[in-house]
Structures are given as structure tokens and as C-alpha cells.
């Protein structure tokens, strides 16, 4: 097995070693021990399972002092004074600042810098950071924030996002953040069958396992060093700087673990507030923020609103879609207009649609602040388009996985956006492969098993009233930033002697990047050992972590940088030995000629130099979508088919998924542990968005910001996760021919889910997360 | 403070008048911890070992307001009062069972409580520990709505609570298949020597609430020398009894408008109270 292999050495922390000794059961024994293709273990899992990892909430630095975040209790009103006299007289207190504190640009934003760093004079949403205050003890620095005397003029809130068009608008930007106007086809074809829906999908909270935490140390040149656990640390490097006043090159942003990510991680408030706290006080500036804060301060799922009209042939194809989508997206554009690109594209789903016409608004409200948020704009609209597909069937009096069959998409088929789809789309073969997985036995078959009813093993189940459904659904999501973004990605590789580093700002989130980056250097450079340095903003960036492009931008430009490594450290050798590189093996830390006859160690052949090389990686340039909807906006994408079984109580409308049955498009897998790893998490994170997981607001304000009230899946709700294939056809685009394995089961988990409870309850299901009452069968 | 007796509790709340007493914390130290309270003191309850247990007396189980509810949820325990045993498995987590004690749960008093409606199906009686030795009985349900409250320096020691011997059920509808707040809860307990039959339902109101019409009519349907069943019309008709009576149509108007009608959640709730109550009840009659 591998040796120690130290991959995330947070700042301050001492270097983890994780000893990865067999524990983990490969899927068989034919799987490699390390390089692509094995399970290669994360190398600091055992660490992060003993609790003994430090994360941005365990830093400390001496004489540091702690900062406390006051925010709006009001969703929209006009701030008439802010008097912070009282709050600075406390004893313990050493600055407070507010919006008049900041040196530099007063807003930021992702897209669009729309967003104040402190709310000036007026306040947007429930949770809006207004001033940050630093102290010598956390509770004063909390009890001077509650100090601060701000005196509001409360407007009326915004929060019904069909009401944004006409009302005042409650940014200078205007309400409507995008419109896409999507054309495709012929506007004016009508089906032999219509069916039409509404759809309302709920807002989801990435609910991370840490919450925001961070340490800024202030620098001798003026400048000041962020330690956070940021997911995309130069653009929140470059978004501070321009807010504090100082050249990017003054903020060094080092990423610290990170405590789960299913989104852009840090809320740029938190390290906005401490940057100018450090600067103003010359101390280190700390700040944890509670789980109400949390809640508050980062960006959720866009709730939306889909209107759906379905035309089909009396066969059951498609002749037209007509959907008109409208996105929540907050006070704040943040990702809004990536989030509605991907509505609006993947309107209908991987289905050949001749015709379609799809309008999708993002718009502005006084509800909390929507963004990116794994596989956003596809998961919405994947519940609408296969709940619309669900009500088809029926019209028809077809079976549904036969109706979807009649329809899907493959390689060459155009998107609704014009854009033909080049990579592999194994559609048919996914929906195929879970309709033919056998399904889990009914309880009454297996007596001896202890029957887990909805609602609990203490819950108030009855068997009698028990409904069994089977849903499917098949999703898209794409890979990549999308619409022309510059997805580009450095990395670094040097080979010291057996040891070989790799240095590449691309952060680990858990999706498990530092042990892809490991797999690929032992596979090119035969090298068991391999360290991945923490990531700072002194290395050449690498962007976010999001859509799966870790994998394909980093891994890419590691396994270029490798290669170079390998061409530097085999010249030599082949030059000497009269034949070409190609023709020299490199594995187990020896080089051996094609015909074994010449061998030689790494170590030897290195002769004690050390070998560096830096790479690039950038996938094919994608154009933005025109003012009808049109463009190749896309690098990749992936698919996946799910098949979910649910019990419901129809009494109680409680339910419980048994099982979700996956089938995904992976390209390729890297990492068989991880892969798995990376599908359950996915189809969770999509039941709870099926079932429970909505942060409740009433006008405006969000209620129990806790994880009580938002109640995220437990091990009993969590179903049976069944892989039942993943399909390897490479994408040659991709450096691995991998795709991205992450957000697909989101995007399709809940459609499943939803599908499912319909089949047992005969009800439209029309709403996630389901509730209760939806799935209530009435009585008599 | 880590008073050994109920006497050195209420000694120590007395001297102290500022100090919160503190047994599992599972509701105390989260507000604590968020700020939201700022106590003076504690006193810790956790050491006074005379109300961690519970003895016999009369016909009656003296509870110590200590017990925990992963104790409570223990098959002994179930033996002798099975409602308030389920009560305690679907309490949360076992992290929260382990900590949280029955007299927290009272004196929370929290709606969504999940020991309450249990108690207040049994009429327990709550034995309050006061200054110099002084000890006062108090229905639960006294406590539970206000009519009596605790005093200064008053702790809840013990909590009397009939051995029936009879079937009891307590049912607990969440939005979930893990541990959760419930939407509705409702205990039914038996009572062969009176003949009774007591319900409750939790959740739906600030304290438990008693539909004492449908109990009196159920119980003069059920033939108690014999076999107890009831039919399932029976059952679904006093399902329906004990939702209306906790959730009751709005009153129409006076001057003859339309009839205001209760919003899909408020008979949603309705509706699983029923289910809830025509469940346990046929649980218990089985």
C-alpha cells in the first residue's frame, strides 16, 4: 500500500499523516493498489474520522482577537442611523466597522458587484451584515454587536418573486437580474396530447457540516493573509482586495480544511469583515459563526416556480416543450445567471425536442440569498420536466420508462439551445439498466427482516397502510463553467528523490481532488509517494470547485505537469540507452525498458536533481446563449437514470425511500471508492431535498435558522444506495475521458423520489419537498 | 453547584435565588450557548442519585424526575409503563435520550414534549420539593396549563404515576423516519378497574389536550369483562372525535356569513391526530 502521504497540511496545523493500510474493501481484487483506477484512500480520512483535523474554527494565533457580525433582523428596510459610540465604549471592545470603514470598492459580487460589504442604507435580506465589531472575548465582541444602535425605516418585503416584475425595485440594478428567451424550432407546432403543470420547488440549504469560520493576520506590508476554508480562494482574494483597498498581490487567502462544501463555500462577508478588523486593529481577527449565522449568511438553492406545457404525438414523442421558468434569486445576483442558463438549457431533459419554447427569469426578491448550490437550475427543472413525462404517460395510458425510452437523447441530438451534443449521452442505456436491476424484496417476503416503516422504528406506522411506489428519472447537468467562462487550471509537479509534490490551487473539498491528484502522479510517474501542498493564493490559480471541473481542469493540468516531469527524467536514461521515452516504463519506482532488459530506479536516475514542471489546462472554448436561447454554452455533460422505491403511509403521508437504484454516465472511473462515495452523498443530499430539507421564511425572515427545524437525513432516512452500472464511455475531451460524478444524482434523486410517491398515492406531487400532506391518500 | 439531595437543591436555589437548575441541559444549555439566557448560576441536578430511580408505592410508581429517557425506554421500564416508555424511544436521538430527564421534559413544558400527553393520559402527579423540607403534590396538568407554578427555590423531585396494568400506546407522527419533533402525538392509556379509557394529544396546542367526551363514549362501548375489541367503524368514529374536539372547526359567523374554513396544514394535523388516536386506541384494545 501507499506510505504517508501528507495531502492537507492546514496553516498552523502540524503535517497530517494518515496511514492508509488496507481498510477499505475494493470493489474487487483486481483493482489496482494505487495510481487511476484504485481506492486509493483520502490521506487524511483517518484524521478527519478521529476529530483530530483542524479546520478554520480551530486556529489560533497569539494575542488574537474575535470578531462578531451584526446583521439585519429585517428582510427590507431603510437604515436611517448607525450608532456604534455605545458598542466602542465597552470595556474589551478594539474597533467596530461599518460600511463608512471600508477603504476600498463598497460592493462585490461573483458576476455582477452588487452586493455591499457592509448595507449602507438600505438592507436587502434577512441576515445582511451591517457591521462587524472585534473584541478581546467572543461574548463581548457578540454583546457589542447587539450594542450597535441602527435605526431602521422597514419597507415592505419583496417575497413573492411573480410580484418582482412590477413592484419597486429594491435594487438601483433593477429586479430582473436575467431573461433568456429560449426559441428553438418552430413556436407554432401543437401535439395531438398536451399536458401542463406547476411545479414549486423549495429552497435548499448546503447545510455544511462546519460553519463559517476564519483567522486574518494582518502583514507587515499593509497587507493582510485570510485563513479560511475558501473553494475558490483567488476569486475571493481578488473580491476582497478590490473591497479593502489593496492590490490582490497585499491579500493571501490560505485555505484551510475544509468542513463539507456542496457550494461556493465562504460567505465573502465573514472575510470581508475580518481583512478590515486585522487592518484597522494590527491584531490577528477571528470569527466562528454559529449555525443561525450560517443559515443566514450563505447562499441557498434558487426555490422556483416552473410552468410546463408538454405537446406529444399519439406514439408518445415529443413535439414541443413550453416552460417558463422563474428563478428566487435574493437580493443579490451571485451565480443567478449561471443557475437560469442551466434551467433554461436542460428545460426539457435529455429528450430530442424539436421544438421548444422556454422563458426563464432570475429575479430579485427580499427572500435569503439564492447561488450556487450543486447542480443548480438543472435539479429544478428536472423535477418539473420528468413530473411532466410522469403526467404524459398516464394521459397516454403508457408505461412510463417506456414513454421516456421513446424519447431520450443520444450522442449528435441537439440541445434546445442549438448546441449539438458531442459527448457520450448513454441515455438509453442508463434508463435500460435500472429498469431491469431486480427490486428490493417486499417485506413480507423476507419476515425475518425487521420492517423499517415510514415514520421510524418508534414512528406510528401501520403496515396496512402501506403503499409501495417505483418511480424513474433520468437527468442532465453539465460539466464546467458554462457561457464562455475561462475554465483554466495550473498545476505544478516536482519529483525529489522516491518523494513527488504536487502543487495546485485547487482545493479539496471532499470531492476528493488532493487523492486524484495523487492517483494521477503515481500512474505517470511511477512514484508511490506523493504530497499535495495546501493551497494559497501565492500558487497560480486554479478556480472553483464546482461542476466536477477539478477533475477535468486540475487533473488535467497535474497530469500534463507530470508528464513533463517524466519526459525531463527519462531523456537522459533513453538518450543513454539509444531508444525513445515512449519506449521506457516507469511503475513500483523502477524504469524498465519495453523489453526488460535495462532497469534502473527513479531514485537513481534522478541523480539527486530535483525535476520541476508547471502546466495549463483549458477545455475548449463555450460561447454565451444569444438573446433567443442559442449558443454552445457547454463543455460536457453528464446523465444519470434513477429508480426509487418509496413506502407511504397514505394515512400519515409519511414516506421512507427504500432504495434509489443509479445508473451514471461517469466517462471514467478514477476512483471506484470515491465514485461510490460521491453517489450516495448525492442521492442524500437529493432525498432530503425531496422530502424535508426547506429553509421556512415568512415574510422574508428566515424561521429556525437551526438544524432542528431544517432537518437534514439521518442514517434512517438515508435509503439503500444500489449502483446498479456506471457507464465508461470516455469523453475524449475530458483529460481521463472522466465526467463529473457529484451533482448528477442531486439533479435527478428528487425527480425519483417524487415520481415514486406518486406511482404508490395516485397523487400529482407537484411540490419539493414533498409534504405530508401531498402524499396523504384520502380516506372513504 | 452539585447538590447531593433534593434538600441541598432547593437549599442551594434558595440561597441563590438567580441560579437555574440544570439537569440534562438538552433545552437549558442550547439557549445558554446561543446566548439566548445568561444565568447566574447553575445548580446541577445530575448528582442527586434519590431521583434517578423509581420505587412502589401504592399501587402507584414514584418516578424520580431525573430519569433519563434512555433509562425510561429500557424493557423493565416498559414493562410497567409502556406508553411513557415509547414516549422515551422516540424522544430524539440517542444523544439527547441519554441526557434529557423526565422532570426537563415537564418543566420545558416545550408543546412538542414528547413525555406530556402521556402524562397527562395517566394523571400523574407531580411531587414538588420546596424550602425546608417542605414537599406540595400538583396534577400535571395543573403545571402544564398554568393553573399552579412553580415557586421559588421549587424543584420537581418526583412524579406519581398509576401502575395500570393494562395496554398503553403512545403514537408520534414526524416528518421523517429519523428522530424528530412531532407534528402530533397522541398517548392512549387503559384503565380496567375504572372502566376508562384516557387519551391525549400532544403538539397541537401549547399543553396536551384531553378529549374527555370521546373517552367517556369510547369507554362505554368496549365490553371490559370480555374480549375488549372494537370494531374498525368504532375506532375511525372516535379517531375523528378526539380531532375534532383538539382541532375544532372554526365557529361561523354570527351574522350568517360564510363558514371560515381551516387551512390545508390545520387538517392535515387534524387528519393524522385521527389516525394517530384510531391507531393507538386499536393497538391498545388488540
Known amino acids: 500500500m501507499t506510505s504517508d502521504a501528507a495531502t492537507a497540511t492546514p496553516a498552523g496545523g502540524v503535517p497530517l499523516t494518515g496511514t492508509t493500510t488496507g481498510t477499505v474493501n475494493p470493489a474487487s481484487a483486481a483493482e489496482p493498489q494505487h495510481g487511476l483506477g484504485s481506492s486509493l484512500p483520502p490521506a487524511d480520512a483517518l484524521a478527519k474520522t478521529q476529530g483530530t483535523f483542524p479546520y478554520a474554527a480551530d486556529l489560533w494565533a497569539e494575542g488574537l482577537l474575535w470578531a462578531a457580525v451584526l446583521r439585519s433582523p429585517h428582510p427590507h428596510a431603510r437604515i436611517v442611523s448607525i450608532d456604534t459610540s455605545q458598542a466602542v465604549a465597552m470595556p474589551g471592545v478594539r474597533t467596530v466597522v461599518t460600511h463608512q470603514d471600508v477603504p476600498g470598492q463598497d460592493t462585490h459580487g461573483r458576476r455582477v458587484a452588487d452586493r455591499p460589504a457592509f448595507a449602507r442604507d438600505v438592507v436587502r435580506h434577512h441576515g445582511e451584515p451591517i457591521a462587524a465589531v472585534a473584541a478581546d472575548h467572543p461574548d463581548t465582541a457578540r454583546m457589542a454587536a447587539a450594542a450597535i444602535a441602527v435605526e431602521y425605516e422597514v419597507l415592505e418585503p419583496v417575497t413573492d418573486p411573480e410580484k418582482a416584475f412590477e413592484t419597486e425595485p429594491i435594487h438601483p440594478d433593477g429586479n430582473v437580474i436575467r431573461h433568456i428567451p429560449l426559441r428553438f424550432g418552430d413556436e407554432t407546432v401543437t401535439g395531438e396530447v398536451i399536458v401542463e403543470g406547476l411545479y414549486r420547488i423549495g429552497r435548499q440549504d448546503p447545510a455544511p457540516i462546519g460553519a463559517e469560520a476564519g483567522l486574518a493576520v494582518p502583514r507587515t506590508d499593509g497587507g493582510v493573509e485570510i485563513y479560511t476554508a475558501s473553494t475558490d480562494p483567488h476569486t475571493d482574494r481578488d473580491l476582497a482586495a478590490a473591497c479593502l483597498g489593496l492590490l490582490p498581490e497585499q491579500v493571501k487567502v490560505v485555505v484551510t480544511g475544509v468542513p463539507g462544501a456542496m457550494a461556493d463555500r465562504e460567505d465573502l462577508s465573514v472575510q470581508l469583515a475580518l481583512g478590515l478588523l486585522a487592518m484597522r486593529t494590527g491584531c490577528p481577527v477571528k470569527l466562528a459563526a454559529n449555525r443561525e449565522e450560517s443559515f443566514l449568511g450563505h447562499a441557498h438553492r434558487h426555490p422556483t416556480l416552473l410552468r410546463y406545457r408538454h405537446h406529444a404525438d399519439a406514439e408518445g414523442r415529443l413535439v414541443k416543450v413550453e416552460a417558463q421558468i422563474l428563478l428566487d434569486a435574493g437580493a443579490y445576483a451571485d451565480d443567478s445567471s449561471d443557475a437560469l442558463a442551466a434551467a433554461v438549457a436542460f428545460a426539457a431533459g435529455p429528450y430530442v425536442v424539436p421544438h421548444a419554447v422556454v422563458d426563464g427569469w432570475a429575479v430579485r426578491t427580499n427572500n435569503p440569498p439564492s447561488g450556487h448550490l450543486r447542480g443548480e437550475g438543472a435539479m429544478q427543472v428536472c423535477a418539473a420536466y420528468e413530473g411532466q413525462m410522469d403526467k404524459l404517460a398516464a394521459k397516454l395510458g403508457m408505461d412510463p420508462v417506456e414513454l421516456r425510452m421513446r424519447n431520450v437523447m443520444a450522442t449528435g441530438d441537439l440541445l434546445p439551445t442549438g448546441q449539438t451534443v458531442t459527448c457520450p449521452a448513454p441515455v438509453a442505456e442508463l434508463l435500460t439498466a435500472v429498469r431491469d436491476a431486480p427490486l428490493p424484496p417486499l417485506p413480507k417476503d423476507s419476515p425475518e427482516e425487521e420492517w423499517l416503516l415510514p415514520g421510524g422504528p418508534e414512528g406510528a406506522g401501520e403496515p396496512g397502510a402501506v403503499r409501495r411506489g417505483v418511480g424513474y428519472a433520468l437527468g442532465m447537468v453539465h460539466m464546467l463553467g458554462a457561457e464562455g467562462t475561462d475554465e483554466v487550471s495550473t498545476a505544478t509537479v516536482k519529483v525529489n528523490g522516491p518523494v513527488a509534490t504536487v502543487m495546485c490551487a485547487a482545493v479539496e473539498t471532499g470531492q476528493g481532488f488532493s487523492t486524484l491528484a495523487r492517483q494521477i502522479v503515481q500512474d505517470v510517474l511511477g512514484v508511490e509517494e506523493v504530497h499535495v501542498v495546501p493551497v494559497d493564493t501565492d500558487q497560480p490559480p486554479a478556480g472553483p470547485g464546482a461542476r466536477g471541473r477539478h477533475t477535468w481542469v486540475s487533473g488535467g493540468a497535474v497530469e500534463r505537469a507530470a508528464k513533463m516531469v517524466r519526459t525531463q527524467l527519462l531523456q537522459p536514461l533513453a538518450a543513454k540507452f539509444g531508444m525513445s521515452t515512449e519506449l521506457l516504463t516507469i511503475a513500483d519506482g523502477k524504469i524498465t525498458s519495453y523489453d526488460g532488459v535495462l532497469s534502473t530506479t527513479v531514485a537513481e536516475a534522478l541523480e539527486g536533481k530535483e525535476l520541476w514542471a508547471t502546466a495549463q489546462c483549458r477545455p475548449h472554448p463555450t460561447e454565451p446563449l444569444d438573446d433567443t436561447g442559442q449558443g454552445d454554452a457547454f463543455v460536457g455533460l453528464a446523465f444519470a437514470a434513477i429508480r426509487a422505491v418509496v413506502d407511504v403511509d397514505v394515512e400519515l403521508g409519511a414516506i421512507r425511500v427504500v432504495e434509489m437504484a443509479v445508473a451514471q454516465d461517469v466517462g471514467r472511473v478514477l476512483n471506484p471508492q470515491q465514485v461510490r462515495a460521491r453517489i450516495e452523498a448525492g442521492v442524500t443530499q437529493g432525498v432530503g431535498a425531496a422530502l424535508t430539507e426547506h429553509l421556512r421564511v415568512s415574510r422574508g425572515v428566515v424561521r429556525h435558522p437551526d438544524l432542528t427545524a431544517y432537518p437534514l437525513p439521518t442514517a434512517l432516512d438515508a435509503p439503500e444506495v444500489r449502483i446498479v452500472e456506471l457507464v465508461e464511455e470516455r469523453d475524449v475531451v475530458a483529460p481521463f475521458g472522466a465526467k463529473s460524478v457529484s451533482a448528477v444524482p442531486v439533479v435527478v434523486s428528487p425527480a425519483a423520489v417524487a415520481a415514486a410517491v406518486r406511482a404508490a398515492t395516485g397523487r400529482p406531487v407537484n411540490r419539493l419537498p414533498i409534504r405530508p400532506q401531498a402524499a396523504v391518500m384520502t380516506r372513504r | ?286
Open chain 2, 1 to 286: 453547584m452539585l447538590p447531593a439531595t433534593l434538600d441541598e437543591a432547593v437549599a442551594a436555589l434558595e440561597a441563590t435565588p438567580a441560579a437555574v437548575p440544570v439537569a440534562g441541559g438538552t433545552d437549558l444549555m442550547t439557549e445558554v450557548n446561543s446566548g439566548l439566557l445568561r444565568p447566574a448560576a447553575l445548580v446541577g441536578l445530575g448528582r442527586i442519585s434519590e431521583i434517578r430511580g423509581w420505587e412502589y408505592q401504592d399501587g402507584h410508581a414514584l418516578l424520580g424526575a431525573g430519569l433519563t429517557h434512555a433509562r425510561m425506554g429500557r424493557p423493565d421500564f416498559a414493562a410497567l409503563i409502556p406508553a411513557l416508555a415509547a414516549a422515551a424511544r422516540a424522544a430524539g436521538p440517542p444523544q439527547i435520550r441519554n441526557a434529557g430527564t423526565l422532570g426537563g421534559n415537564i418543566v420545558t413544558a416545550s408543546p412538542t414534549g414528547d413525555a406530556l400527553p402521556v402524562l397527562a393520559a395517566l394523571e400523574a402527579t407531580l411531587l414538588i420539593a420546596g424550602p425546608k423540607g417542605a414537599r406540595r403534590e400538583v396534577p400535571v396538568s395543573h403545571l402544564l396549563t398554568g393553573m399552579e407554578m412553580l415557586g421559588p427555590g421549587e424543584l420537581v423531585g418526583y412524579v406519581r404515576v398509576p401502575l395500570l396494568h393494562a395496554p398503553q400506546t403512545f403514537l408520534k407522527a414526524t416528518g421523517r423516519t429519523g428522530p424528530g419533533r412531532a407534528l402530533a402525538s397522541v398517548a392512549v392509556v387503559l384503565d380496567p378497574a375504572r372502566r376508562g379509557v384516557r387519551c391525549a394529544v400532544g403538539a397541537v396546542a401549547p399543553m396536551p389536550l384531553r378529549p374527555l367526551e370521546a373517552e367517556q363514549w369510547v369507554a362505554s362501548l368496549i365490553d371490559w369483562d370480555g374480549q375488549r375489541a372494537l370494531a374498525p367503524e368504532v375506532l375511525t368514529a372516535f379517531g375523528d372525535y378526539v380531532a375534532m374536539a383538539c382541532i375544532p372547526d372554526p365557529p361561523a359567523p354570527v351574522d350568517g356569513g360564510e363558514t371560515p374554513v381551516l387551512p390545508p396544514a390545520a387538517l392535515h394535523v387534524r387528519r393524522t391526530v385521527a389516525t394517530l388516536a384510531r391507531r393507538g386506541l386499536g393497538r391498545a384494545l388488540a
